[in-house]
């Protein structure tokens, strides 16, 4: 490239006029390429999340929602919950919104235990197709089901698209081998994945809030999945390593290798990964727990507190009602997420167990306030679910990004599809262990 500039320069005022555009196309595909997989990133995060985000901002309506034959159009968006006890001063709904989490999570948590084992083996196409049409056929279940439980089937398929999604976009991130470009893709898709719970719980809450129902607000949601297969089949370019080979090899002297590893001209590339014997595979994911257990933890306690307790964090003193209570719970918790997950530019952490142990103080204080009752305002209890979104989402961002930086190109699609798992397994722990909370507290006078 050095010998083709200091030709180009060497030639006459007319031949340069001649020559001038030739290399312009070359650095201006190069940029439109890079801008093209940030957008096509950033909008697969925010599609493969937003069905998964609207079932839980949900969750409330779901299980206290009842709607009259002939009237599935003007439901009252802020039904008046069946109480679980009369004499509870919880107001709680039969079922805990646990339920919708594990719903909504469970086929998640099948998925990422299985896809490590052979999911590669899938091209990655049909795997779009089906998260697509789950996400497509998740709302509409939802929509026109007249029992928790048909609506709770809907959940599944929800689960089944943001599962399949997540495995499948992730490990894609393992095929751009620069650094600068491999930052960027998993930067913008955590960002588009924050930016889907911002907007899926806020769209939920906004057009019931108006008075739109339930089940108009999910249909007029159909058009993310097919926005997702847009992005994916026609806004995606090739992988184009971008950078200086200068800034390159810098990046790579900068690493903290996860696990001893041979010389990077050894190194395959990220198709090779299907070969990884077990023992590789095992020795890998050993050396991914020091990112997995932070993440396990941080998950299940933000999570226990999303759907364990912000049903029980109820407020008779203000003017919103129980529904709009939670649903204003679930949006500022996503507006925390969004805000951390799109950081990793200006903020980047590497022990992310300091953000394991906050998560959980948080759980420590939100429980005790459920029993006690201290907190004197929502407003209070507003600010604290917003920082429990920073933490989540900041936990969730930095994790992928250090594994990415510190894994070999022969392991990386490995590593961050197995790496999946960690906030599955911590959100099923928890939603299973809020059942027999939301019925023991719900009993209580």
């Known amino acids: 490239m050095g010998g083709c500039a200091g ?81 509870s001063r919880f107001d709680c709904n039969s079922v805990s919104t646990a339920a919708v989490l594990l719903a909504d999570i469970l086929p998640t948590l099948v998925i990422k235990l299985l896809a490590p084992l052979g999911l590669h083996l899938l091209p990655y196409s049909p795997r779009v197709l089906v998260s697509g049409v789950c996400a497509a056929g998740s709302f509409i279940l939802v929509a026109f089901s007249h029992s928790v439980g048909t609506s709770l089937c809907g959940v599944v398929l929800a689960s089944i698209s943001s599962g399949l999604g997540e495995v499948t976009f992730l490990s894609l991130t393992a095929f751009y081998p620069s650094v600068l470009l491999l930052r960027a893709v998993i930067s913008w898709w955590s960002s588009g994945t924050g930016a889907a719970g911002l907007l899926g719980a806020l769209s939920y809450l906004g057009l019931t809030q108006i008075g739109l129902s339930p089940q108009h607000t999910l249909l007029s949601m159909l058009g993310i999945p097919a926005l997702l297969l847009a992005s994916y ?24 290798p996860l696990m001893s ?83 990793l530019r200006c903020c980047r952490i590497r022990f992310t167990w300091a953000l394991a142990l906050l998560q959980c103080f948080n759980l420590a204080f939100l429980l005790v306030d459920v029993w006690l009752s201290f907190v004197p305002n929502i407003y ?17 961002v930095n994790t992928f990004h250090n594994i990415a930086l510190e894994t070999s190109d022969k392991h990386r699609e490995f590593a961050m599809a197995a790496t999946c798992i960690s906030d599955t397994l911590g959100i099923s722990l928890s939603g299973l262990l809020a059942l027999p909370l939301h019925d023991f507290l719900c009993h209580l006078s």
């Not at 184009?240 to 200068?246: A, K, L, N």
Request: glycine content about 6%.
């Open 380 to 396: 209070l209890i507003f600010v604290i679910i917003l920082y429990e979104g920073l933490l989540g989402g900041a936990a969730y």
């Open 261 to 343: 590893s041979e010389a990077p001209e050894q190194q395959s590339k990220p198709d090779s990964s299907s070969n990884l014997s077990f023992h590789e595979k095992w020795t890998v994911f050993k050396g991914l727990l020091w990112y997995i257990i932070p993440l396990v933890l941080v998950y299940f306690a933000e999570y226990f507190i999303n759907q364990g307790l912000f049903e029980l964090l109820f407020f008779r003193n203000t003017s919103l009602s129980h529904p709009q209570q939670y649903r204003w719970y679930q949006m500022l918790y996503q507006a925390g997420v969004f805000a951390s997950r799109s950081s």
């Open 7 to 87: 030709s180009w320069r060497r030639l006459s005022d007319s031949e340069r006029e001649v020559s001038d555009p030739e290399p312009r196309p070359i650095v201006l595909d190069r940029q439109g390429a890079h801008w093209k997989n940030a957008m096509g990133f950033w909008l697969l995060g925010l599609c493969n999340n937003f069905s998964y985000v609207v079932m839980l901002s949900a969750a409330h309506d779901i299980l206290s929602h009842k709607r009259t034959p002939g009237n599935e159009s003007h439901v009252d968006p802020d039904p008046v919950p069946t109480p679980h006890n009369n004499s």
């Open 233 to 256: 089949f026609f806004l995606l370019a090739s992988p184009e390593p971008q950078g200086s080979r200068g800034e390159e090899e810098a990046e790579r002297a900068a690493r903290q």
